[in-house]
């Protein structure tokens, strides 16, 4: 099976290439990271399949949903089917370390704290993703978590184990986010798992309306700065999208494809 972008989908990827490409080479974006992606040339016959290719993240992206909704049709998964976030303090990362983090291990320790909460017979099909936090006392770092489409709806007894296996901090108020979906939401939910740009949250206290409530942390969406942004390209850049994938009760299968590098194929 082959999957395409549409003419706006690859305009955009394009883009997106040429950007980094134009910032490499002036400013020496990236770093040798991305060089070295770049210097893949990334194209229809042959793809590089790097977590930081704008054109091979999107690609991935179509192919797992087109698979997922597959499982779907041959009632392998659902038909419910839930949307967890998880968010745990192992993730949380300077900018330094992200650098030269290793986001298949992360994937794979995931994958493993996601089966003993949920049990047998869980099928899961997830992936890492990287955010972005300003905090109130000035200090920048990122969130590495998980996000995962859950086949059926979530037990009382799975998710208090979710919860006992990600709990609440101080810095992380909301380890465990669930939210039912359906399959129409499959593609538009791949592609959040495989987004190319990150997004930054800015917190901050909120001094509440009505008098004699306590002032709490609130948070805006902010744009990454680019020092940020480009820890975040180099540490993707030596992975494969592929690897932040997580998979509980699925396996990928081995493809005969010639962008097989590339390939989400699943197998319950
Ligand atoms: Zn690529």
């Known amino acids: 099976m082959r999957v395409r972008l549409s003419k706006q989908e690859e305009q955009d990827s394009r883009g997106r290439l040429a950007f980094l490409k134009k910032l490499h080479l002036r400013t020496g974006f990236g770093g040798e990271e991305l060089e070295k992606m770049l210097n893949e040339q990334c194209c229809t016959e042959f793809l590089c399949g790097r977590r930081a290719c704008p054109r091979c993240a999107k690609l991935s992206s179509q192919r797992m949903a087109i698979e997922i909704e597959g499982l779907v049709d041959e009632g392998e998964l659902g038909p419910s089917l839930t949307f967890v976030t998880l968010v745990h303090e192992r993730g949380t990362l300077s900018p330094e370390d992200i650098v030269h983090s290793n986001i298949k291990k992360f994937a794979s320790q995931e994958g493993r704290k996601i089966c003993g909460a949920l049990r047998r017979g869980a099928a899961v099909i997830g992936a890492v993703d990287d955010g972005f936090i300003k905090d109130v006392d000035g200090s920048e770092y990122f969130q590495r ?84 942004e480009e820890a975040l390209i180099r540490n993707h850049a030596q992975f494969r999208v592929t690897d932040s994938l997580i998979l509980v009760g699925l396996r990928r299968k081995r493809s005969a494809d010639p962008t097989a590098c590339n390939s989400t194929i699943l197998k319950r």
């Open 145 to 228: 978590h998980s996000h995962c489409i859950v086949s059926g709806k979530l037990s009382r007894g799975q998710l208090k184990n979710l919860k006992q296996q990600y709990p609440k901090t101080e810095s992380i108020q909301r380890p465990v986010h669930t939210n039912r979906i359906t399959p129409n939401s499959i593609l538009p939910l791949c592609k959040y798992m495989l987004k190319i740009e990150h997004y930054g949250k800015s917190k901050f206290i909120a001094r509440p309306k009505s008098s004699g409530r306590n002032p709490y942390k609130s948070s805006a969406t902010m744009r990454l700065p680019q020092y940020a």
